[in-house]
């Protein structure tokens, strides 16, 4: 059986997003959060549907999962694939700040990391499910550029906070306002 990215998945987890929703925004009434939750969601369930699907389940494929797995840092370093993971993660490293409030950098960055860990971790699981087969490769350095596109991330929503914190004007309107003060809060 084949079990793909389809209307049903997306529901799924748009349930699972609206019961999140509700439960935050019963205990703290924050709208703006939803909205960046929302974002979020999208987000996610991109990089879910990138990372985890299409998955086989009782189809027969040959055990490849030892030449799917590369735990090797920076064996066949800078590809194609090295650059879209960067890019995959360039926005955690700016939206997570939105969704919760870290109390430092290193924390934010441990996310991410633990973030690009969890994708690895959850490819290899479906490939244990699958018989051992894999169409992806379980990559260390995946972890390494995941990692480096959250740094990324970080960058551009500092220097983007910077720009907002020099231009301040006191007509901003709440939206704004609550990007300053999140982007401000980690810097």
Do not use: H
Not at 32 to 49: G, P, Q
Not at 107 to 117: E, K, P
Not at 133 to 154: A, K, P, T
Request: charged fraction near 15%.
């Amino acid at each position: 059986m084949i079990f793909d990215f389809d209307l049903l998945t997306i529901a799924i987890l748009f349930v699972i997003y609206i019961i999140v929703d509700i439960i935050v925004y019963i205990k703290n009434r924050d709208i703006i959060w939803i909205i960046f939750s929302f974002i979020a969601f999208v987000y996610l369930a991109n990089v879910i549907k990138l990372t985890l699907f299409p998955f086989y389940i009782g189809i027969s494929f040959p055990n490849n999962l030892a030449a799917s797995v590369n735990i090797i840092p920076f064996k066949n370093c800078l590809n194609k694939t090295s650059v879209l993971n960067i890019l995959m993660t360039i926005p955690y490293g700016i939206g997570v700040q939105f969704i919760y409030k870290f109390k430092s950098k290193r924390g934010l960055f441990a996310s991410g990391v633990c973030f690009s860990i969890l994708i690895e971790m959850l490819q290899l699981v479906e490939a244990l499910v699958q018989g051992g087969f894999s169409i992806r490769i379980i990559d260390i350095n995946d972890v390494i550029f995941n990692s480096i596109g959250v740094v990324i991330g970080l960058l551009l929503l500092k220097l983007i906070s910077l720009i907002f914190l020099k231009y301040e004007n006191k007509d901003l309107n709440i939206f704004w306002q609550y990007v300053k003060q999140r982007a401000a809060s980690i810097f």
